[in-house]
Nanobody
Framework: QVQLVESGGGLVQAGGSLRLSCVTS????????MGWFRQAPGKEREFVAS????????NYADSVKGRFTISGDSGQNTVYLQMNSLKPGDTAVYCC?????????????WGQGTQVTVSS
């Protein structure tokens, strides 16, 4: 059973930074694409960022390009999301996910999420 456990969320002022972590079971980062998604109250879940198998390629939502960076540490089986220049509109529950393929087109396992709140 694949397990994904996020941490690093919290309350931050606009313009601040947070780094989210997602610890995965097994060699998930080296073998699968990994991604971050978020869901704000009353809104649908949306894609934030993804990295292909072993981090060869990354992809970002337009709303976070230039501010967020996804990375991974295969030795620690951990995927990170560095979030800079945070805005109140970034407030959401952030979840990491694994894709059954190496490219990010078949998300099949999800973490429970970590709350990020950005105050104005």
């Amino acid at each position: 059973q694949v397990q994904l456990v996020e941490s690093g969320g919290g309350l931050v002022q606009a313009g601040g930074s947070l780094r989210l972590s997602c610890v995965t079971s097994g060699r998930t980062f080296a073998s699968y694409a990994m991604g971050w998604f978020r869901q704000a109250p009353g809104k649908e879940r949306e894609f934030v960022a993804s990295t292909s198998r072993s981090g060869a390629r990354t992809n970002y939502a337009d709303s976070v390009k230039g501010r967020f960076t996804i990375s991974g540490d295969s030795g620690q089986n951990t995927v990170y999301l560095q979030m800079n220049s945070l805005k109140p509109g970034d407030t959401a529950v952030y979840c990491c996910a694994r894709s059954a393929d190496g490219y990010g087109s078949a998300w099949d396992f999800w973490g429970q999420g970590t709350q990020v709140t950005v105050s104005s």
